[in-house]
T-cell receptor
Framework: EAGVTQFPSHSVIEKGQTVTLRCDPI?????LYWYRRVMGKEIKFLLH????????ESGMPNNRFLAERTGGTYSTLKVQPAELEDSGVYFC?????????????FGPGTRLLVL | AQSVTQLDSHVSVSEGTPVLLRCNYS??????LFWYVQHPNKGLQLLLK??????LVKGINGFEAEFKKSETSFHLTKPSAHMSDAAEYFC????????????FGTGTRLLVSP
């Protein structure tokens, strides 16, 4: 069974540009999560999809970030325009069910560097 | 709100010696706790999890952790370190908003010397 995949693995862009990150969850997983780790900080939750609906987007830092999950399959996270402080590693995770104690399976992350 | 504190940013051990990575949690109710590991240039991998069943939890690669409510701790241990254990380890608690949100500690980098 394929795990969570993320594309690209690395992205280097200039301040003010747009970047779109993609996440493909494990097949059959309705729940999809985005997290990020900025330099020197802990990994923080961004948002949670259940199928195509945003269940919780309390961690989204500002309106420069837009997440979508068309058709309840893969998800994209767009940053527009990118700022220096957006640099970090963006992780995607998925789970079959929501709820306490349910394992979230993580992808390898996308390393974003904004210059 | 849920939180976890990893008491050491770096831990250095010699191969074949025991490993202890410390984690304390804060929660207003009985939490679910996890340990994840990240090897260089790899994704986060679940080592083990506690979900209010047995307090001693066994995970992959010989790791285990003990949930101690009285001490609000969930320390990760391994009897004998291997070179391949060198990685960053994260203690994680389920958030209290519908439980889906994971709250991460700051991570402990384990260094293993020959």
């Amino acid at each position: 069974e394929a795990g969570v995949t993320q594309f690209p693995s690395h992205s280097v862009i200039e301040k003010g540009q747009t970047v779109t990150l993609r996440c493909d969850p494990i097949s059959g997983h309705d729940n999809l999560y985005w997290y990020r780790r900025v330099m020197g900080k802990e990994i923080k939750f961004l948002l949670h999809f259940v199928k195509e609906s945003k269940q919780d987007e309390s961690g989204m830092p500002n309106n420069r970030f837009l997440a979508e999950r068309t058709g309840g399959t893969y998800s994209t996270l767009k940053v527009q325009p990118a700022e220096l402080e957006d640099s970090g590693v963006y992780f995607c995770a998925s789970s079959q069910d929501p709820g306490e104690g349910i394992t979230q399976y993580f992808g390898p992350g996308t390393r974003l560097l904004v210059l | 709100a849920q939180s976890v504190t990893q008491l050491d940013s770096h831990v250095s051990v010699s191969e074949g010696t025991p490993v202890l990575l410390r984690c304390n949690y804060s929660s207003s109710y009985s939490p679910s706790l996890f340990w994840y590991v990240q090897h260089p240039n790899k994704g986060l991998q679940l080592l083990l999890k506690y979900t209010s069943a047995a307090t001693l939890v066994k995970g992959i690669n010989g790791f285990e952790a003990e949930f101690k409510k009285s001490e609000t701790s969930f320390h990760l241990t391994k009897p004998s370190a291997h070179m391949s254990d060198a990685a960053e380890y994260f203690c994680v608690v389920s958030g209290n908003t519908g439980f889906q949100k994971l709250v991460f500690g700051t991570g402990t980098r384990l260094l293993v010397s020959p």
